[in-house]
């Protein structure tokens, strides 16, 4: 199963990593002042990534491939790492699907 990873930046906003059962990153916050905000954040993650047309695969300039996460208002909850495929985008997409509604937080602000 997949977790949640709180943390803070080195400007101190808050951010979370999505983790898959493996612990690779599949799923990248932006930063946010508060940890309300940033718990927030992660809510809409859980209830946006059940609807594919929530995420957005887009193609860098250097030919890699990545995915946005979008809430209802189209703002970005979560960027996805660089992958080298669409295939593998497209399966990093199926990742967060699966892995985020039933994700543990760990938060690390607290240790």
Known sequence: MG???ISKR??????????????QIIL????????AACNNGIESVKKNSQEEKRF??????NGKHYFN???TNGQIIG???M???VA???NGVESVMKNAPEAEINDETLA
Do not use: I, P
Request: glycine share 6%; proline share 0%; aromatic share 12%.
């Open 3 to 5: 977790k949640f990873v």
């Open 10 to 23: 080195k400007n101190d906003e808050f951010q979370f990593n999505l983790k898959a059962s493996n612990g």
């Open 28 to 35: 990248t916050s932006e930063g946010y002042t508060t940890k």
């Open 56 to 61: 957005e695969v887009l193609e860098s300039k």
């Open 69 to 71: 996460l979008k809430a």
């Open 79 to 81: 960027t996805s790492q």
């Open 83 to 85: 992958y080298e495929s």
């Open 88 to 90: 593998g985008c497209q």
